[in-house]
């Protein structure tokens, strides 16, 4: 275990959160890990992290980084002798980058979009659009993974960490809406990198439990609900 | 590996493309500028890049690479014996980063509505787009570029903007200086260095276009 000043600001549901502690595992860094509480934002969060006031925030020597992806690569760079996160070639690089702003500014906000529709086929509609990213990370998958398991080849990579991050909420989507976004015919490579990630030492204790996804989901509706009622 | 066949797919009033335009020139590249119509776009547009189908698109040796700030992070990574754009320090790097990333998520999409949108909202996103500047305005500091003494990954990010302040300023009827002398000072700085001059558009030029653009939207 490295030893240093680390402390990460999260929370166990948030896939971003789940990015910077994947990072950290992968390098063997400890780290401090102060739970932000659903509903609140501490006054550590809001002196960290003026701008945007959410999390994930990394404080390392005292010193705040935020944005999810900003802290991968910085965990990356600063802990540079441990096993590499960002591929080596900088076309590769460009590409995991690609596919990682593409979750984030167009797969994501549909995603988070299907628990908030409010017009009857929405959510249906929504998953669709869902299922067909998935179908392009799919085929992203053989062009980065270059025949082997994981899309940083053999070891988890940038854009395993960025995707495998919402794991968890997609297996939740899958259980709430009776669908299956990730299977043996439409995405049969995603579907054994699945498993692997999931199951990987620096994810497996960092990975939420569909079961509390779900959980939560059904509370933050009722929320809704009862806000909207008020 | 530096060197190689390089073309831009581009489209002159971005300023996505302009960021490229100008990580090329600080580097020295040569490279073959190709200007897509948006409304008719080329099959080789289509075929660079099918998720987005949007430019700007930098094909080197005949491989696309997409997304502005990526773009720049590759000239960078590949062209890396010349003008460095991210500093070396990792947690400077980080800053940098997360400033490009602002300037994404914020001044292009309040810019944009300020000449989209018409009354309460427009009024909302002319004051969220002075806060933001205002913030960035904080983060120069006494510094003369965000890249300290040269031009840097966040300035390159942010400086192909201001060839539309003057069509936000005229259709949003405001003014970018009055509230942000030090963020116009700055880019006014940055236009004395030829590159930059030579990869920003006439601001006149870009309002006459959008200008063609509202009529085009019936905005």
Not at chain 1, 37 to 60: A, C, F, R, W, Y
Not at chain 1, 148 to 156: E, L, S, T, Y
Not at chain 1, 185 to 200: C, E, G, I, M, N
Not at chain 2, 94 to 120: H, M, S
Request: proline content about 5%.
């Amino acid at each position: 275990m490295a030893r240093s000043d680390v402390k990460l600001i999260g929370a166990w549901a948030s896939p971003f959160v789940m990015r910077a502690r994947i990072a950290l595992n992968i390098k063997s860094v400890g780290y401090e890990f102060l739970e932000e509480t659903l509903g609140s934002k501490s006054q550590l969060l809001l002196e960290s992290n003026p701008v945007h006031k959410k999390i994930p925030v990394m404080i390392h020597d005292g010193k705040a980084i935020c944005e999810s992806l900003v802290i991968v690569e910085y965990i990356d760079e600063v802990w540079s002798s441990g096993p590499t996160i960002l591929p080596s070639d900088p076309y590769d690089r460009a590409l995991a980058r690609f596919w990682a702003a593409y979750l984030d500014e167009k797969w994501f906000p549909t995603m988070r979009s299907i628990a908030t529709a409010k017009e009857e086929e929405a959510p249906k509609a929504l998953i669709e659009q869902v299922g067909e990213g998935v179908m392009m990370l799919e085929d992203a998958f053989s062009r980065c993974s270059k025949g082997k398991g994981f899309f940083g080849g053999d070891q988890i990579g940038y854009l395993d960490i960025a995707f495998g991050s919402f794991l968890g909420r997609l297996r939740a989507i899958e259980k709430m809406n009776g669908v299956k976004l990730i299977d043996e015919t439409k995405t049969p490579s995603l579907l054994k990198w699945a498993t692997s990630f999931s199951s990987h030492p620096a994810v497996k204790d960092v990975l939420p439990e569909t079961e509390k996804l779900v959980e939560l989901a059904k509370v933050l509706a009722k929320f809704r609900a009862a806000s909207s009622n008020s | 590996m530096a060197g190689g066949q390089v073309t831009l797919l581009d489209f002159w009033p971005s300023p996505f493309g302009m960021r490229v335009r100008l990580a090329l020139a600080e580097k020295g590249v040569k490279y073959e500028y190709r200007e897509e119509d948006l409304w008719n776009k080329s099959a080789l547009l289509l075929q660079m890049n099918p998720v987005n189908k949007q430019i700007p698109v930098l094909v080197h040796d005949g491989k696309p690479v997409c997304e502005s700030l990526i773009i720049v992070q590759y000239i960078d990574e590949v062209w890396k014996d010349s003008a460095p754009l991210l500093p070396s320090d990792p947690y400077q790097r980080a800053q940098a980063r997360f400033w490009a990333d602002f300037v994404d998520k914020k001044i292009y999409d309040l810019g944009r509505k300020i000449w989209t949108k018409k009354g309460e909202e427009q009024e909302t996103a002319k004051k969220d787009f002075i806060d933001s500047l205002k913030l960035m305005e904080g983060e120069l500091g006494d510094k003369p570029y965000f890249g300290g003494e040269t031009i840097g990954y966040v300035d390159i990010a942010l400086v192909p903007f201001y060839s539309w302040f003057y069509a936000y300023e005229t259709i949003g009827n405001f003014n970018i200086e009055a509230e942000c002398p030090k963020l116009i000072a700055y880019c006014k700085r940055c236009l004395q260095k030829e590159t930059v001059s030579k990869a920003l558009e006439d601001p006149q030029k870009v309002y006459d276009f959008v200008l063609i653009l509202m009529k085009k939207f019936g905005i």
